[in-house]
């Protein structure tokens, strides 16, 4: 079934029930939430995008951003969300891979977008604005207020996420309709969504946490989200007030820890604070608990697939782990022949399941790589079951930093700054940091021009070629980058060497 279809039959029989509270204080339906995003279908149907066709969003979160995207899927068109970070080059890369019928772009960054569309060859670009100003807007208003929600088999693609690759190159997850109802369902029912629920929503939808996970869950239980531009902790606080349920990355805990109004009462009327994309530090866990007498739920999961793991609901929830395996989810650890492993011992995590990505777009070889022969995804996670059956993250087989939720791939760092003149080669680690969890640091050995190299020139000149969450922190220069027998940068040296 179309996705779009088993979300509205899920909305409000009151169509004046609010969908979306925006900051501006405009209160938006979920009756206007079907009309507009029947416009932004009828508007890709009239373009002359078929199903299947792809349509590239690189634009700030909005209520019509949030219309593109179910207008995309009532077409049978396959979303493909963008961080606004990422720079010329990088976006480049992802109209090339996946050559989009549609590129939706900033205003401000219009002519950017011609640009590459015409390079390219892609046949068609909308601008679209943080207020909702643009051509695309513009052009929806034109549609009408009805569309018919195209059918979709349960295999179709619903969406294409980018995630890096460890090549430096990013790769398309395949999302298929199925995948993402399958997540939604489950993690509406496990988190206990109910009447009365209000979701305060902060989190980007460039992202499979913030666009699927939380929109899914407010839409499934046709609940209104206080749907703000970004994460603010002051802010939150005083959201919390008409808030009952809250999503976050570990920094937004961190950053609200640091709120002095961050008490029992400022988050009374909350029932659920949920946590993910990154490691939740244990004291980060136990000081909110100390604050607000609230215990975060924290939960595991991955672009390939949504949701794995959580923390009950009802029942312990322990901090350190990330929980149990969902509903619908086979969740196992095992050895490096792919063997399970019993509890208590450290090995790979593998995941299958409805939730579970259809394959890298266009990589057949790279998908097949990516899953045993049984079906299990290699999420490329080290974990631990305990006995009671609760999964701890461990650490990660893959060479991965996660800096305040977003994944940075050290490849592609590596090679930009070793294409930099003076540099003879680099390594790029992530470091402990109190705010963003892990910070990009690079390790750099200066080459036979690069006496005059420094950390804030190797830093300006990587500012513009990447997205800033890319950019490492901090620089450090070192006559050699240490080495084991196969000729492998220690990674683990380094780190050790420039933690503290
Ligand atoms: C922004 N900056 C970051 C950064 N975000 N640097 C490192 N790590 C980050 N995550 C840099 C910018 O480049 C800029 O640098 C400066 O910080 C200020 O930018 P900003 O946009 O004003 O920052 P801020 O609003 O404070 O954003 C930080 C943040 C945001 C943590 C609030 O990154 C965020 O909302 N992260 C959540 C990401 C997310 O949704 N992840 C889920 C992925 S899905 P300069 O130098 O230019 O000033 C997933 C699956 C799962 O992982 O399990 O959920
Ligand atoms: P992404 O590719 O952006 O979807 O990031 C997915 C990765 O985030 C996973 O493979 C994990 O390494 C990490 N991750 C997500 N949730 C958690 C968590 N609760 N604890 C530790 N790591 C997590």
Redesign the pocket.
Known sequence: MNLYGLLASRFPAEGEAPCLILPDGRRLSYAELESQSARYGALLAEAGLAPGDRVAAQVEKSAEALFLYLGCLRAGCVFLPLNPAYTRSEVAFFLDDARPGLFVCAPERLEEAQELAWASRLPLVHDLGARGEGSLAAAAVQMPETFATVERADGDLASIVY?SGTTGRSKGAMLTHRNLAANGLVLHKYWGFRPGDVLLHMLPTF??HGLFVATHCALLNGSPMLFEPKFDASRALRLMQEATVFMGVPTYYVRLLQEKGLTREAVAHMRLFI??????LPETFSAFRERTGQTLL???????GGMFTSNPLEGERRGGT?GFPLPGTDVRVVGDDDAPLPAGEIGHIQVRGDNVFAGYWQMPEKTREEFTPDGFFR???MGRFDSEGYLA?IG?DKD?I?SGGL?VYPKEIEEAIDALPGVAESAVIGLPHPDFGEAVTAVVVRGREGAGLTGEGIVAALKGRMAGFKVPKAVHFVDDLPRNAMGKVQKNLLRQRFSG
């Open positions: 995630t992202h499979v946590s993910g994309s990154a490691p939740l924290e939960r595991y999961g991955m672009t390939e990330v999420t490329g996670d993250i990660r991965l996660i994944n």
